[in-house]
């Protein structure tokens, strides 16, 4: 699309493919879109392609797409590749699968030609895997367009409508994410106001709309409610999800949904957190009001995903009885085996908010009776918003392989994860769109694991680089070097931000840059209990808020002593002294001045190495990313002075070589 970055679907990427004959064989919606692109791929690179509805062509062909029709449970994603004496060869039973072998195959690149390759099957681990976009139809007086969103404008929303002269690049932006294997999106903020909530009703075929531009690639559009929308748009003096007059709206509501919608997916709901109405308000569970929504979408097929995030803001801070770490434990587990089939209970991965490092949510794995989600930031709220490089890829796929009850021999994460996994979007109207180029890997990351969770995220970032940077005259140095900046850009940030899984040293409200005690003091329970002697949330069982018992067993005795408490979430679970010394053989203050030394060195470092890059990319990405190093650089020193200042103020321990500290 002219004036858009290709990301990683440049042109380039599709001559192995639009260099050959290609023959596809099968009819439908999905189908016609993987001949569309083939189709482009030969009209640019030289190739034929031939539909074949009739199965029975023998001409010679390199590669053959193959729509099989044999249902085999799968839902229709799942596909086979393999390559011997003949073509290579994609089969599918239903046109996702189809469209999935197609950019299989383009990230193969020549190789799917070369050689034999044995059959192989490829199925998606999660049936859904989504983002969730925090965008506001109308731009909010404080967050703006979109919330926390840091690649401009709404891709989907402008001057309070849909962006229908934009149609063309939600198409673009549906083909990026099918190509990294997501498919679904929910189209508007989970903090629905006034205006998003009439997307439900009176507005509905602007949904319908963005929903029709992103049908071709296999996306289903979901859509964020508010709890109280038989109130605000239906009149009713009540929300109460027992109401048969509530019931009979929403079910009204939801018909007309399909109605303009027919491949709709549900709906995502924050309902009784951060001032969200909810059931509550009624003296009902958060099961009655998942049930009640979810009976309306079941006739359609329809999911309810229903947010765990609720927790007390309102809180005291000399509290410190009261934990928000234990809050979505403390409110759900009761409730395990009471949700509907088809209602989604989606869990932080983490207890708090996206921190650069969190324990895994014990809500995970806690919950056998229900079904849930695992909920990801791709959008870097807390991870410097895509103005760091900060590739998540390893972070996310240490929560995905962790195993929250017997070791090795139980299941991880993302085997738990049966309502799907979902990520907060990272993408907005930028040229690039995510702002910061790099950002795109986070993007890329998160699709691709969200296929496969046990995928090792180190093949998928050198996928990704090969992908969007191409072949090229140098190309070795340039993949190289971008795998220097990228591959420890997560723990690099770490290292230059919060120390040892203490967190939250943000500025409020908009959360970028450092302020060590900006939610100190603040309601909404994100405290580290830094004074002179020590520093930590003590969250152990005999001692703390009892949170690490909330854990299985295993992972409960670990967690409960600091002597067994892995280092880098030692300051999360526990308050020690800042002489206390760390499994490196460190103290806890040495390790805080030495790691945000050592931050900033490596993001000067990575810079040096991206301004080596020049001259073996475009001018203009190349340039983008250079600007945001600038601006890196000058908050990761803000960071290291602030930080070190401030815990040399607190401790009186000197740093032991005798660097400069403020």
């Known amino acids: 699309m002219q004036g858009v970055d290709p990301a990683w679907l440049p042109d380039e990427a599709f001559r192995p493919i639009g260099t050959r004959r290609t023959l596809i064989r099968g009819s439908g919606p999905l189908v016609d879109t993987v001949h569309a692109e083939v189709a482009e791929a030969c009209v640019r690179f030289g190739g034929s392609v031939s539909r074949d509805r009739t199965l029975t062509s023998f001409e010679p062909y390199d590669l053959v797409l193959e729509l099989t029709g044999a249902d085999d449970g799968d839902g229709g994603e799942a596909f086979t590749f393999e390559r011997g004496d003949g073509p290579a060869t994609v089969t599918a039973s239903g046109g996702s699968g189809l469209l999935y072998g197609l950019f299989h195959v383009v990230r193969l690149g020549d190789t799917a030609f070369q050689g034999s390759h044995g059959r192989e099957g490829h199925r998606p681990e999660s049936a859904v895997r989504m983002l969730d976009h925090w965008d506001n139809v109308t731009v909010h007086p404080v967050m703006g367009q979109v919330e926390r969103g840091y690649a401009g404008g709404s891709l989907f929303w402008k001057d309070g409508r849909a962006r229908g002269e934009l149609l063309g690049r939600v198409r673009a932006y549906g083909r990026l994410l099918a190509a990294c294997g997501i498919n679904a999106v929910a189209v508007n903020n989970v903090n629905v106001h006034e205006a998003e909530a009439h997307l439900l009703t009176d507005r509905i075929r602007e949904v319908a709309e963005i929903a029709g531009a992103l049908r071709p690639y296999g996306i289903r559009t979901h859509l964020?409610?508010?709890?109280?929308?038989?109130?605000?748009?239906g009149g009713l003096p009540t929300a109460d999800p027992l109401d048969q007059a509530v019931r009979g709206w929403w079910a009204e509501a939801s018909a007309r949904v399909y109605a303009a919608i027919f491949d709709f997916g549900g709906?995502?709901?924050?309902?009784?957190?951060?001032?969200?109405?909810?059931?509550?308000?009624?003296?009902?569970?958060?099961?009655?009001?998942?049930?009640?929504?979810?009976?309306?979408?079941?006739p359609y097929g329809g999911t309810v995903h229903w947010r765990a995030f609720v927790y007390d803001h309102r809180q005291d801070w000399r509290d410190r009885t009261t934990d928000r770490a234990r809050?979505?434990?403390?409110?759900?587990?009761?409730?395990?085996?009471?949700?509907?089939?088809?209602?989604?209970l989606q869990v932080k991965h983490g207890p708090m908010d996206f921190q650069v490092r969190e324990p895994v949510s014990p809500l995970i794995g806690a919950m056998p009776g229900t079904?849930?989600?695992?909920?990801?930031?791709?959008?870097?709220?807390y991870t410097g918003q895509q103005r760091h490089v900060c590739w998540l890829g390893p972070m996310w796929s240490e929560v995905l392989r962790f195993r929250p009850h017997d070791g090795a021999d139980g299941a991880s994460v993302g085997e738990l994860a049966?309502?799907?996994?979902?990520?907060v979007s990272n993408v907005g109207d930028d040229p690039f769109w995510t702002g910061h180029p790099l950002a795109q890997a986070n993007l890329y990351t998160f699709g691709?694991?969200?296929?496969?969770?046990?995928?090792?995220?180190?093949r998928i970032l050198d996928e990704w680089i090969g992908l969007t940077f191409g072949p090229g005259p140098d190309d070795t140095r340039l993949h190289a070097g971008l795998r220097t900046v990228l591959d420890g850009s997560w723990r690099t940030y770490e290292k230059y931000t919060a120390p040892l899984g203490v967190g939250w040293m943000v500025q409020p409200g908009h959360h970028y840059g450092p302020s060590v005690d900006g939610y100190e003091?603040?309601?909404?329970?994100?405290?580290?209990?830094?004074?002179?002697?020590g520093i930590g949330v003590d969250r152990s069982v005999t001692a703390g808020t009892g949170y690490a018992g909330q854990y299985a067993k295993v992972w409960a005795e670990v967690y409960e002593s600091p002597d067994t408490c892995p280092d880098e979430l030692l300051l999360f679970f526990h308050h020690?002294?800042?002489?206390?010394?760390?499994?490196?053989?460190?103290?806890?203050i040495q390790h805080i001045y030495d790691t945000h030394f050592e931050g900033v060195q490596e993001v000067e470092e990575a810079r040096e190495v991206w301004a080596s890059l020049a001259g073996l990319m475009d001018p203009a990405r190349h340039a983008r990313v250079a600007e945001r190093f600038e601006e890196q650089l000058r908050s990761a020193r803000e960071w290291r002075d602030q930080v070190n200042s401030y815990f040399l103020r607190k401790s009186g321990v000197a740093d032991a070589h005798g660097r400069r500290i403020h």
Do not use: C
Not at 270 to 288: C, I, L, M, N, V
Not at 521 to 533: E, I, L, Q
Not at 576 to 588: F, I
């Open 224 to 233: 964020s409610v508010t709890f109280a929308a038989p109130m605000v748009l």
């Open 267 to 298: 709906y995502v709901v924050k309902a009784d957190s951060e001032g969200q109405p909810g059931p509550f308000a009624y003296g009902r569970s958060h099961a009655d009001g998942a049930n009640m929504l979810a009976a309306t979408l079941e």
């Open 327 to 344: 809050a979505a434990y403390d409110h759900f587990t009761p409730l395990d085996g009471e949700f509907a089939d088809n209602a989604v």
């Open 371 to 381: 079904r849930l989600a695992v909920e990801m930031q791709a959008t870097q709220e």
């Open 418 to 423: 049966r309502g799907g996994l979902v990520a």
């Open 448 to 458: 691709r694991l969200a296929w496969r969770p046990d995928a090792d995220p180190g």
């Open 521 to 533: 003091y603040s309601p909404w329970g994100t405290y580290h209990f830094a004074d002179r002697d």
């Open 576 to 588: 020690v002294s800042y002489g206390h010394t760390l499994r490196s053989g460190k103290t806890v």
